[in-house]
């Protein structure tokens, strides 16, 4: 069973940074994509960015060249480096987890669709807010 426990989030000043942290349990970590996205209040929830088995990454169009997802599969980690931090970026961020699936030995999961699949598993969530 997939479990996911995000860490990290806090108060940041406009250009500051933080770093995300989602602890994984249940699963095989190395043969999953794990993704991050947020949600902000009376906002449709959002892609932030993504890394697939293979270290393959994908980033929201708002988020790319300041945030760098990264993951340590000696850890079952992934984690998410902020920067750059504006109040926009305010919202709760939440880690999910899919198996990587094949489809005629091509990755389901990919640039264009790993923001609408279904993920196994989700985490809790940890809020971000960014304020002066």
């Known amino acids: 069973q997939v479990q996911l426990v995000e860490s990290g989030g806090g108060l940041a000043q406009p250009g500051g940074a933080l770093r995300l942290a989602c602890v994984a349990s249940?699963?095989?970590?190395?043969?999953?994509?794990l993704a991050w996205f947020r949600q902000a209040p009376g906002k449709e929830r959002e892609g932030v960015a993504c890394?697939?088995?293979?270290?393959?990454?994908y980033y929201g169009a708002s988020v790319k060249g300041r945030f760098t997802i990264t993951r340590d599969n000696a850890r079952n980690t992934v984690y998410l480096q902020m920067n750059g931090l504006k109040p926009d970026d305010t919202a709760v961020y939440y880690c999910a987890a899919d198996r990587v699936k094949y489809s005629f030995g091509v990755a389901t999961l990919n640039d264009k669709t790993w923001t609408s699949i279904d993920y196994e598993g989700w985490g809790q969530g940890t809020q971000v807010s960014v304020s002066s």
């Open positions: 890394i697939t088995n293979n270290c393959d990454t």
């Open positions: 249940g699963f095989t970590f190395e043969s999953y994509a």
